[in-house]
């Protein structure tokens, strides 16, 4: 056989090679791991899922919003993505600075805020000096700055969003504590944090003082600098508490969450310590309450959910049954739970950047993980998150509806 017949087949296999190596990749696009083709940019198990039983048809349709907390500039774009059940990136919002976290709504406008760049004498992190609006094609819509906006917001039908403040403790809730805890002194400041409700102009429509929990529990004595540290505000207008819609908020630090009438800026619901260093109050089935327990003392964190007019554990999900499975799931700060369309709870570990559903046996259905999109020198191969959210098709109008095509 002369060379250049050789070579002729080494060529043509070389072709054979790389045009299976192509029509597999496409081909694996919507159930193979860690593949970047359509941009995939999650982690789904494919095959591994279906040796797990977990295939993705029984995942709850709809869509992921990921905002990852790892971004740095310079390995990967500052984004927002929309990722479908197959690990597809539907939609993608871009930024100039690095995002905190981010909600949409119904019109697919996308809200997003902004970590603080200069978070010193603040008490904590989660600074978000920055709040801003962006439409589907990432046209700028709206902004709104505030240095001491921190963590989260929430969207109300009004149009206006109300968001968590921190602020200095006035000298009379000072006074209130300090007789609880004498002959101990207080900090020299102690930070609080208020709910505030403000208009698309900025404009201060509503505020309620997390301070009044002093006035509400004459049992607090909890001192600290950062005082209660609230992580999560959700806005509920038809509830278990009452006719009047109410505010869902996480106070970390005082191991409580509450319901506040926006009416009377009453507080209808206490956990009462329930919980520990918890996250992402909700309202499901507008009945009950689901959160993130994630007991940093423990190290066992958990999902539960909670009957508010008993405060009874209606279910609790966890690592496991096992001592050492409770272990294994653990997010000390940050992460959330959810109740979707299909009956399923999505619960997402921010620390991990492990996002999961579960059925209504507590069994795991499906699963990702965030893979970074340029690894770093980092050690662990997936972006944290502070929480990450699942829409619904159905969620959306129907303008945004025709716009969800994959592999954009």
């Not at 009379?172 to 002194?185: G, H, N, S, T």
Request: aromatic share 12%.
């Amino acid at each position: 056989m002369s060379l250049v017949t050789q070579k002729s087949k080494r060529i043509l296999l070389l072709k054979l090679i790389l045009w299976a190596t192509l029509v597999f990749g496409l081909a694996s696009c919507t159930s193979h791991k860690l593949l970047k083709l359509c941009n995939l940019s999650v982690y789904i198990p494919g095959n591994y899922l279906n040796e797990r039983k977990t295939p993705v048809a029984k995942a709850s349709p709809g869509y992921f919003l990921v905002t990852s907390l790892n971004n740095k500039k310079g390995l990967e774009q500052y984004s927002s993505r929309l990722i479908d059940n197959n690990g597809l990136v539907i939609h993608r919002w871009v930024f100039e600075r690095r995002p905190f976290y981010a909600k949409l709504n119904k019109n697919g406008d996308l809200f997003v805020s902004f970590i603080t760049k200069d978070a010193e004498g603040l008490p904590s992190p989660g600074g978000t000096e920055l709040l801003e609006a962006y439409s589907w094609s990432g046209q700028k819509l709206w902004s709104y700055s505030n240095s001491l906006m921190h963590h989260d917001f929430t969207l109300m039908p009004n149009g206006n969003i109300a968001i968590l403040q921190w602020k200095k403790m006035q000298k009379k809730y000072r006074k209130i504590l300090a007789k609880r805890v004498f002959p101990k002194r207080l900090p020299k400041t102690i930070w609080t944090d208020s709910i505030v409700e403000i208009d698309r102009r900025g404009k201060k429509i509503w505020e309620w003082d997390t301070s009044e929990v002093l006035v509400f529990d004459q049992g607090e004595k909890t001192i600290a600098t950062d005082w209660s540290h609230a992580n999560s505000l959700n806005y509920e207008q038809a509830n278990p508490f009452g006719e009047n819609s109410v505010f869902l908020v996480s106070l970390r630090n005082l191991n409580r969450s509450l319901a506040v009438e926006k009416l009377g800026k009453k507080i209808l619901w206490d956990s009462k310590k329930l919980t520990s260093t918890q996250h992402d109050v909700s309202l499901v089935d507008k009945k009950n309450i689901l959160l993130f327990d994630n007991r940093f003392n423990s190290s066992q964190s958990r999902v539960i959910l909670i009957d508010p007019k008993t405060n009874r554990i209606l279910r609790v999900i966890d690592g496991g049954n096992d001592f050492f499975s409770k272990f294994q799931f653990n997010a000390s700060i940050v992460s959330g739970a959810q109740k979707l369309e299909n009956g399923n709870i999505l619960v997402s570990n921010g620390v991990l950047g492990h996002v999961f559903e579960v059925n209504n046996e507590n069994t795991k259905v499906f699963e990702f993980f965030n893979n970074r999109e340029k690894p770093g020198q980092e050690i662990w191969p997936y972006d944290g998150f502070f929480k990450v959210k699942k829409y619904s098709k159905n969620y959306f109008s129907d303008q945004v509806q025709s716009k969800l095509v994959i592999c954009q």
